[in-house]
């Protein structure tokens, strides 16, 4: 009897705090299922966002999944996507290893490190345009010929420029998150490889790395589905040009709908990126097994 007391007490104890989840599920409906079905409603529709809405079957669909443009467009998206983690991936780790120490000199450039953070991307956007003037930018100010050229006008490089402005903002971001996950890598296992004889390289990487599995999981998702994203760098930086050399999936989207006043096609190419979003970060998310939420000490 006193243990069936003691088992409807501990229920009792804990039914109110499901309650707690109701504002958060809210939040989500209201801000994300609610958009998202107006969005694939508004796929199947004729709208150029000022009159009526018109249902028009597959006619949008049809247009966008037949316009060269939508391609290229998700050439140069998955393009960002390949190039920025490239560039992010192995620096963003390096660095969180590195500021994780405790030595004070770290401990001041980490502060150096985290300054991008600070910044938006459109004001970073403007500054880097203002640095690559060929005519009044940093080139010409320093008088090195080498930096004296079109960066954003060239087709060649403007890509390689964007994954360079990228990196520079959101490498910080990722050396906080590997940073933390560092810190949390007991000093016992590495006291143990040390008693083995590993020297620093091989605590690296047979210590630090297998520890920061899921660490790397969680930031390579943020970077992947972060890089479907990069509208408003994109858009102050090069807007898209020269030509379609830097025309994002989220950059054709906006210029469909505002530009060209074509909600419809707009909706299905928001459709579209969602479901790439949904895609990569599944996958990603399996690298990590099926149980997700297991030690990483186990079988350290």
Do not use: C
């Not at 605590?203 to 790397?216: A, E, S």
């Amino acid at each position: 009897m006193a243990s069936m007391i003691s088992t409807r007490r501990r229920a009792l104890s804990r039914g109110p705090s499901g309650w707690l989840a109701v504002p958060a599920l809210v939040f989500f409906l209201v801000f994300a299922v609610i958009p998202l079905v107006g969005v694939l409603f508004l796929s199947f529709t004729s709208w150029d966002g000022l009159g009526e809405i018109r249902l028009d079957g597959m006619s949008s669909w049809a247009a966008v999944l037949t316009d060269p443009v939508t391609g290229n467009a998700l050439v140069v998206t998955a393009k960002i996507i390949v190039f920025s983690f490239i560039a992010q991936a192995p620096i963003s780790l390096l660095l969180g290893v590195f500021t994780s120490g405790a030595q004070k000199y770290r401990a001041a450039l980490a502060v150096l490190y985290f300054v991008p953070l600070l910044l938006s991307s459109a004001a970073v956007a403007i500054a880097f345009k203002a640095l690559l003037d060929p005519n009044f930018g940093m080139g010409p100010g320093l008088g090195i010929p080498a930096l004296t050229q079109d960066w954003l006008g060239n087709s060649d490089l403007v890509l390689f420029v964007v994954v360079f402005v990228i990196a520079w903002q959101f490498v910080p971001f990722h050396t906080l998150i590997y940073q933390g996950g560092v810190r949390q890598i007991p000093a016992s296992l590495y006291e143990a490889a040390q008693i083995d004889g590993a020297g620093r390289i091989k605590q690296f990487f047979h210590v630090t790395l297998p520890q920061l599995k899921y660490t790397m999981i969680t930031s390579s998702t943020l970077m992947v589905v972060g890089s479907l994203a990069y509208f408003d760098l994109v858009f102050v930086l090069t807007a898209g040009g020269p030509g379609y050399s830097t025309r994002l999936l989220p950059l054709h989207m906006y210029l469909t709908g505002f530009k060209a006043n074509d909600m419809g096609a707009a909706s299905a190419l928001g459709v579209i990126l969602v479901v790439i979003g949904l895609v990569l970060a599944l996958l990603l998310q399996r690298l990590g097994g099926r149980n997700r939420s297991a030690s990483q000490l186990e079988g350290a």
